[in-house]
């Protein structure tokens, strides 16, 4: 997904629906971070690992933003 996001130029990536063997803390494996590290390494946009009740926004430049966290 990652490398077809930045290979159509598309500036906002949203992950979402991880499967529950993907843990939280990136000290145990395989965790939310190997995600992250994977996408990133093909997908220079804006990333983000959508987690349940965020709510985003985007800017005037077209770049989105977590704006409320379920956790804040």
Do not use: C, W
């Amino acid at each position: 997904m990652a490398r077809f996001a930045e290979s159509a130029r598309i500036p906002n990536l949203v992950l979402t629906h991880f499967s529950a063997r993907y843990q939280s803390s990136p000290e145990r494996s395989p965790s939310i971070e190997d995600i992250r590290e994977e996408a990133a390494a093909h997908f220079t946009g804006v990333l983000i690992l959508a987690r349940d009740l965020q709510r985003y926004h985007f800017d005037r430049d077209g770049r989105l933003k977590v704006i409320m966290d379920h956790l804040s």
